[in-house]
């Protein structure tokens, strides 16, 4: 055979071996380690590996800040290095403001009336678009936990708050609710807390139950104080330069599956949280409830945090009055 013969040959050979090289790699890093959000990762790589397969896109998951501190994944995001984020949006306020809505103290009834908020169409739709000008797409809303405040010494009463050191997201609306209380807001990445806590540079962290218990804070700080007062909320999003570049029919299998798996959360959720309660009790933590007139007027001074916060940010405005509404049709 003819050295003309072959080279046709040979590229309708590579021509076929395109597909099995045409994989896309999508790693989705997190800062928690076997809770919701880590939780969240394992069902949509469960659901994508059905729909879609590994041989299409495989999916690589980083939970306990693998890929860096949650700056440093938010950067990769932007970058394209990282291709998905699961977190608390608050932490994207450097990239839009609006993101910090949800921590709004004194808003929600229960974890159903504020996922029922955040998947209202409207306003989910609204969310998930915020980073679209600075390189991320949001594809996933959810709430699962509650905050508390995790302590070296107990917090038995309102006024103990006062003077105290304590760990918080970057928000004003963090800020704001901490200082109604006499608490000074130290931000701060969730990587770095426990060590703070051990060295005194900390006297508390605001977080949920199921990070403190995973992390074993109840060998520093075992009390823990169940104010009720706020939500954390979870965000996936990705990166827009490595999503755009993507078949139509993945983007649209990223888009579907992660929805499906954001509903599948609240029953799991709802468990998981009461069983890390008992569990923190089992190893030694307490847990802590104010009297109920401290709560009472914790609750108070809460209640129009966020109307403070906002008010002279307009799109910040804007929005959070947005949010109120889709509470108020949630129930």
Same mark, same amino acid.
């Given at each position: 055979?003819?050295?003309?013969?072959?080279?046709?040959?040979?590229?309708?050979?590579?021509?076929?071996?395109?597909?099995?090289?045409?994989?896309?790699?999508?790693?989705?890093?997190?800062?928690?380690?076997?809770?919701?959000?880590?939780?969240?990762?394992?069902?949509?790589?469960?659901?994508?590996?059905?729909?879609?397969?590994?041989?299409?896109?495989?999916?690589?998951?980083?939970?306990?800040?693998?890929?860096?501190?949650?700056?440093?994944?938010?950067?990769?995001?932007?970058?394209?290095?990282?291709?998905?984020?699961?977190?608390?949006?608050?932490?994207?306020?450097?990239?839009?403001?609006?993101?910090?809505?949800?921590?709004?103290?004194?808003?929600?009834?229960?974890?159903?009336?504020?996922?029922?908020?955040?998947?209202?169409?409207?306003?989910?739709?609204?969310?998930?678009?915020?980073?679209?000008?600075?390189?991320?797409?949001?594809?996933?809303?959810?709430?699962?936990?509650?905050?508390?405040?995790?302590?070296?010494?107990?917090?038995?009463?309102?006024?103990?708050?006062?003077?105290?050191?304590?760990?918080?997201?970057?928000?004003?609306?963090?800020?704001?609710?901490?200082?109604?209380?006499?608490?000074? &807001?130290?931000? $701060?990445?969730?990587?770095? %807390?426990?060590?703070?806590?051990?060295?005194?540079?900390?006297? #508390? *962290? @605001?977080?949920?139950?199921?990070?403190?218990?995973?992390?074993?804070?109840?060998?520093?700080?075992?009390?823990?104080?169940?104010?009720?007062?706020?939500?954390?909320?979870?965000?996936?999003?990705?990166?827009?330069?490595?999503?755009?570049?993507?078949?139509?029919?993945?983007?649209?299998?990223?888009?579907?599956?992660?929805?499906?798996?954001?509903?599948?959360?609240?029953?799991?959720?709802?468990?998981?949280?009461?069983?890390?309660?008992?569990?923190?009790?089992?190893?030694?933590?307490?847990?802590?409830?104010?009297?109920?007139?401290?709560? &009472?007027?914790? $609750?108070?001074?809460?209640? %129009?945090?966020?109307?403070?916060?906002?008010?002279?940010?307009? #799109? *910040? @405005?804007?929005?959070?009055?947005?949010?109120?509404?889709?509470?108020?049709?949630?129930?």
């Amino acid at each position: 055979m003819s050295i003309r013969r072959l080279v046709p040959i040979a590229f309708l050979l590579a021509a076929f071996a395109l597909p099995a090289a045409a994989q896309s790699i999508m790693k989705i890093s997190t800062a928690t380690l076997n809770e919701d959000q880590h939780e969240w990762m394992k069902r949509f790589k469960d659901r994508m590996d059905k729909r879609v397969g590994e041989n299409k896109l495989k999916i690589e998951l980083y939970p306990a800040s693998q890929l860096g501190t949650i700056p440093r994944q938010i950067e990769g995001l932007q970058l394209g290095t990282v291709e998905a984020w699961v977190g608390p949006p608050g932490f994207m306020i450097g990239l839009d403001q609006r993101y910090q809505v949800l921590d709004a103290p004194g808003i929600f009834k229960s974890r159903e009336h504020v996922n029922h908020t955040v998947w209202d169409p409207e306003f989910r739709k609204e969310l998930l678009a915020l980073g679209a000008d600075k390189g991320i797409v949001g594809v996933s809303i959810f709430v699962a936990s509650q905050t508390v405040f995790a302590s070296r010494k107990p917090i038995a009463k309102l006024d103990d708050f006062k003077g105290l050191k304590i760990r918080v997201l970057a928000t004003p609306i963090e800020r704001e609710a901490l200082s109604r209380i006499g608490a000074s &807001a130290v931000p $701060m990445d969730l990587s770095e %807390t426990l060590p703070a806590l051990q060295q005194g540079a900390l006297d #508390a *962290v @605001k977080s949920s139950i199921t990070v403190f218990f995973t992390f074993k804070y109840y060998d520093i700080a075992k009390y823990v104080t169940n104010t009720r007062e706020a939500i954390i909320p979870t965000i996936t999003v990705v990166s827009k330069v490595w999503y755009d570049k993507l078949p139509a029919d993945i983007r649209t299998a990223i888009l579907e599956e992660a929805k499906a798996t954001e509903t599948s959360m609240l029953e799991f959720s709802n468990a998981f949280h009461a069983q890390k309660f008992k569990e923190w009790v089992e190893h030694g933590g307490e847990i802590i409830d104010l009297p109920p007139a401290d709560q &009472a007027e914790f $609750m108070k001074r809460m209640s %129009t945090v966020g109307d403070v916060a906002v008010k002279d940010k307009p #799109a *910040v @405005k804007e929005f959070y009055e947005h949010m109120l509404a889709a509470a108020k049709r949630a129930g």
